[in-house]
């Protein structure tokens, strides 16, 4: 029997300045800056994950910086249209206000029996904050610029924009373990059986023609397999379902299976272990350029190649 994924285990997009970047996740979103290392398949671009205080599965958006004059994406069927985080009914009003003094413009929107604070990112690419009642497990970053009550709680969802439902939906609930949950306003909501944080994906028709990746779009939707044997097993499903799946990669923090979607997306499948912690200290996670074994030898020519960065800059306002 094919597995069920829980939800969410990162999602990663494509920015522009890597100082940016960094600059709005954590001293903006108050996210833990958790890894610095490279694209393993392009090692001259950073690979940066932002997450809660120990970079719980579930809780991390990462990006590929690709530089300022990198060209942009536009948007398009096949595309993650927003990525969004859980945050607490009562931290509504905080995040509004700290958008606001951020000089990000918010739109506020209820659907289903949700209230959204939508904005973008630096690079445009499409958020959400959603006071919902949901299930969380972050762990709070003691030492980040927004107060522990008001921290975002992990991944809420994502929204997919597809030119048609089926094939897509088809995928969710055959193989992922999604089920239909509700429909509003041409928003289909679907939800892992298991239904813990992260779990929602909502799809969304667009008659615009497929996206193009770039700076702002989001590169893959990754979900959780438990471990090897569910990787595998979804593997299998996946095939059946005509899709054309990687091989199980290691990427060093979990170990990684790429397809695909019909709809356009790529879906990822990640396991929670080994974790962030498997080559830096807790206390240390993101202070310095960690790398692979099989990239170590290179380091100074790595080093010599990437963007201009010097971590993220945390204010102190708070
Ligand atoms: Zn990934």
Redesign the pocket.
Known sequence: MTPTTPGLH?V?AIAGDPQRNADFYVGVLGLRFVKKTVNHDDTGTYHFYFGDGEGTPGTNI?FFPWGEDAHGGTFGAGQTQRTAYLVTWDSLDYWTDRLAAHDVAVTRTERFDETVLQFEDPDGTGLELVAADAPADAVPWVDGPVPEAHQLRGFYGVTLAVDEFEPTADILTHVLGYEHEATEDGRRRYRSATGGPGSVVDLVETDLPRGRMGVGSV??V?FEAVDEAAQRAFREAYKQQGMKPSEIID?TYFR?LYAREPGGVLF?L?TPDPGFTVDEDLEELGTSLALPAWLETDRDVIERQLLPFDGPTVPTEE
Request: no cysteine; proline share 0%.
């Open positions: 990162h990663t990462t590169h893959h990754a990427r990684a990822e990640s």
